[in-house]
């Protein structure tokens, strides 16, 4: 599979998230172009601050290949990871992250810092803005139905004594 056709992998997960009510964001381990594992945001539906895509999808490849080393693996995923993420990024020993749209408040692949720029003993390469369109309207779309259903609800009013 093609860059492109990985990415596009990593919003149809981000589709599946939304479906459940979580942030829009998708993740998939590729392998030579072979897609070893995918997974999308479960924060919400498992109550786990643990459950982004990236480690997910990272703990699924790990699994598959029997080990901890990705070291032929790429990530790609729809939004630019968190400083969690990164460090599982480091930590797994993927090769290169390609991602959708950049993330201003949490973004750790250049937006707030680089993480990966740090003296690790491991330098992932990264590429940024693969299907952005795509990926922030998913999230813009998310976030602004979620403010609706919020404006809509009653507000709460004390009650008069």
Request: proline letters at 5%; hydrophobic letters at 45%; one cysteine or more.
């Amino acid at each position: 599979m093609t860059d492109y056709e990985l990415m596009g992998a990593a919003l149809e997960e981000a589709a599946k998230a939304a479906a459940l009510g979580e942030v829009p964001v998708g993740a998939v381990v590729a392998r030579r172009g072979e897609i070893i594992a995918a997974a999308h945001n479960t924060r919400e539906t498992e109550k786990n601050a643990l459950h982004h895509a990236e480690l997910l999808a990272i703990d699924k490849a790990c699994r598959a290949l029997g080990g901890w080393r990705l070291w032929e693996c790429e990530l790609f995923v729809t939004l630019e990871p968190c400083p969690m993420c990164s460090g599982a990024i480091l930590n797994s020993r993927i090769r290169r992250v390609v991602y959708g749209a950049a993330d201003a408040k949490a973004g750790c692949c250049g937006s707030v810092t680089d993480l990966f720029a740090l003296p690790f003993n491991h330098h992932p390469a990264v590429e940024q803005g693969l299907r952005a369109e795509e990926a922030q309207a998913l999230l813009q779309e998310f976030f602004a139905r979620l403010r609706a259903q919020r404006a809509s609800r009653p507000k709460w009013k004390p009650p008069v004594r």
